[in-house]
C-alpha cells in the first residue's frame, strides 16, 4: 500500500501513513492527466515538424538553408 | 526583498519511499513559503516517473498553471498545473532533481500565485527544465503544501525543505 509522509511543521513530528482510497484515485486521475498532456505535447510536436517539412518541400530547400534563412 | 528566512520544516524520505510528502499544519506567521526539493521515483520516464503534481491544503480543486519545458531536444509550452519534474528511476543512477517553489502571500485572503522552478540532472541527451506557474483560486490561506509523483513513489533519500520568508 502507497504511504503518505506527514510533516507537521508544528511539532516537527514526522508520521507515515497509508493513502486513502480517495487519495489513490486522485493520484491515479493526476497520473492519467499528465500522460494525457504528455500525448498532446508529442501530437503538437509531430504537427509542427509535418507542417515544416511540407513547407521546406513547397519552397524547394533544405533545413539548413531555412536555417541559414533565418539566421 | 526578504529579509529573514526560516528553516520551518525538512522532511528526507525513507527505505520504504513515500507515494505523497505532506507538509501540514504551516503556521501563517510568515509573508512567504520556500519549498526546496530533491526528489526521484521508483518509476521509469514511461511509466510517467518525472512529474509530481503540487497540492494546497489537500484540495486539486480550482487550480490553474501554465509551463515552459525544455526536454533536452525540444522546448514545449502549455496550460495545466502547477508542478515539479523529478528523476525517473531508469536515469542517471543516484541523482536526484532539484527544484524550488515559491508561494507568495500564502496566507492572504486573496487568490494564491506560486511558481515552481526545477530541473533534472541526467547524464544523458534527455533532461527536463520545466517552470510551472500556477493559481489556486481559493482565499483560504495555506496551511499545507502536498507533493505527489504522477506515477510511483519517491524514493530514500528524495528530500523536501520547507522554509518561512518574512518581509519584516
Redesign the interface.
Known amino acids: 500500500m502507497p504511504t503518505k509522509l506527514i510533516i507537521n511543521c508544528e511539532t516537527g513530528e514526522q508520521t507515515e501513513v497509508e493513502l486513502t482510497a480517495e487519495e489513490i484515485a486522485q493520484r491515479e486521475a493526476d497520473a492519467k492527466a499528465y500522460e494525457a498532456e504528455e500525448k498532446a505535447q508529442e501530437v503538437e510536436a509531430a504537427a509542427k515538424a509535418a507542417a515544416k517539412a511540407e513547407l521546406l518541400v513547397k519552397l524547394g530547400i533544405t533545413a539548413e538553408e531555412a536555417a541559414l534563412l533565418l539566421s | 526583498m526578504a529579509n529573514t528566512y526560516t528553516l520551518?520544516?525538512?522532511?528526507t524520505?525513507?527505505s520504504?519511499?513515500?507515494?505523497?510528502?505532506?507538509?501540514?499544519?504551516?503556521?501563517a506567521t510568515y509573508t512567504d513559503l520556500k519549498v526546496v526539493v530533491s526528489a526521484r521515483t521508483s518509476v521509469t520516464v514511461g511509466a510517467?516517473g518525472y512529474?509530481y503534481?503540487v497540492t494546497f491544503n489537500g484540495t486539486?480543486a480550482n487550480r490553474s498553471g501554465r509551463y515552459l519545458e525544455g526536454t533536452g531536444s525540444?522546448a514545449?509550452s502549455?496550460t495545466?498545473?502547477l508542478?515539479g519534474v523529478s528523476d525517473a528511476s531508469d536515469q542517471t543512477a543516484s541523482t536526484f532533481s532539484n527544484g524550488e517553489l515559491y508561494i507568495p502571500n500564502y496566507a492572504s485572503a486573496n487568490y494564491k500565485s506560486a511558481s515552481f522552478d526545477s530541473v533534472q540532472e541526467n547524464n544523458a541527451t534527455a533532461s527536463r527544465a520545466i517552470f510551472s506557474a500556477g493559481l489556486w483560486s481559493d482565499v483560504a490561506a495555506i496551511t499545507s503544501v502536498t507533493f505527489?509523483p504522477?506515477?510511483g513513489?519517491?524514493v530514500q533519500y528524495s528530500t523536501?525543505y520547507?522554509y518561512g520568508i518574512s518581509n519584516s
Do not use: K, Q, R, W
Not at chain 2, 8 to 11: C, D, E, L, R
Not at chain 2, 16 to 27: E, K
Open positions: 520551518i520544516a525538512s522532511s524520505v525513507g520504504g519511499g513515500a507515494a505523497t510528502i505532506y507538509f501540514t499544519s504551516i503556521p510517467n512529474y503534481d486539486s525540444a514545449n502549455g495545466f498545473t508542478y505527489t504522477a506515477g513513489s519517491f523536501a520547507l
